[in-house]
């Protein structure tokens, strides 16, 4: 790539892939910017590094609005870079130009974002929900633009449940997404806070957090008394699928036309039954 000194207001065109260099006035944050916070202490050490050796990787913006004689530029990535030069008093950034629309800027931003992998949990969660109801995309497509698993998207996604008090605790304490994942089990939104403060204060691994909710989960576990005998409540939700499905295999194999198909989202599992009428056979 090749370097051009300029200023937003001196050039009317500008080539993709070229690096040039712009007033950081002109240069706005993204709309979509999935992170909530930028840590400050990581911010300061990211300047310390500019000032010693410069930006060693331009920042992606693109053209957001014209003006008679000024553009103003919008963050693809780059956002933190672009904070620590503002914290030296820069100038002016080096950037490189690429052309995209609202639409494909919110969505490389998100994208981006989520592949450098230092959002927390819960933003990073957010940015995909975003990115799933800004754009239309299934969780399958996500997790192909994010090269993950359908299942591990959905398990981010199903942070989202936790309140934001919640939330607070679990980032403020450096719980991982496993210890968040293994208290949210538990569907009282009380008992999980609780469950939480214990972790914290006991220092509880995610071996140790994930036997603590089992644990609980059993005490909970009642039977309930009907006509005289003891039904179990099924814990394990797997024994459900299972069962459903010899139960439909028993039925195909007394030869009616029976399908079923399972979608997961972040809300749950719908299970769908098909059962063609025999009257229509033939």
């Known amino acids: 790539m090749t370097e051009n000194s300029v200023f937003t207001d001196e050039r009317n065109t500008y080539d993709e892939g070229v690096v040039v260099n712009i007033d950081i006035c002109a240069i706005r944050p993204n709309r979509s910017q999935p992170r909530a916070t930028f840590e400050s202490n990581a911010t300061i050490r990211l300047a310390d590094s ?38 030296l008093g820069m100038r002016s950034v080096p950037c490189i130009i690429m052309t995209a629309d609202d639409k494909k800027s919110a969505e490389l931003a998100l994208i981006e974002n989520l592949l450098r992998e230092d959002l927390n949990i819960f933003e990073t969660a957010r940015a995909m929900k975003k990115l799933i109801e800004d754009f239309k995309l299934t969780q399958d497509e996500v997790a192909k633009r994010l090269s993950m698993s359908q299942s591990a998207v959905a398990n981010k996604l199903r942070l989202l449940r936790y309140s934001e008090e919640e939330e607070t605790l679990i980032l403020e304490n450096r719980l991982t997404e496993r210890h968040a994942r293994a208290i949210l089990k538990l569907n009282d939104i009380e008992e999980r806070k609780k469950t939480i403060l214990v972790v914290i204060r006991s220092h509880l691994n995610v071996s140790a957090t994930e036997a603590y909710v089992d644990k609980l989960l059993e005490e909970k576990e009642c039977i309930i008394e009907k006509s005289g005998k003891k039904i179990p409540i099924i814990k394990d939700i797997r024994l459900f699928y299972n069962t459903l499905d010899r139960a439909i295999d028993i039925v195909k194999n007394a030869g009616i036309d029976i399908s079923s198909k399972k979608k997961e989202d972040e809300d749950g599992i719908l299970i769908e039954i098909s059962i063609l009428n025999p009257r229509k056979v033939g």
Do not use: C, H, W
């Open 50 to 87: 500019i000032r010693r050796y410069g930006i060693l990787q331009p920042i992606t913006v693109r053209i957001a609005s014209e003006g008679d004689k000024n553009r103003i530029f919008e963050i693809i990535a780059g956002e933190r870079r672009f904070r620590a030069a503002k914290m």
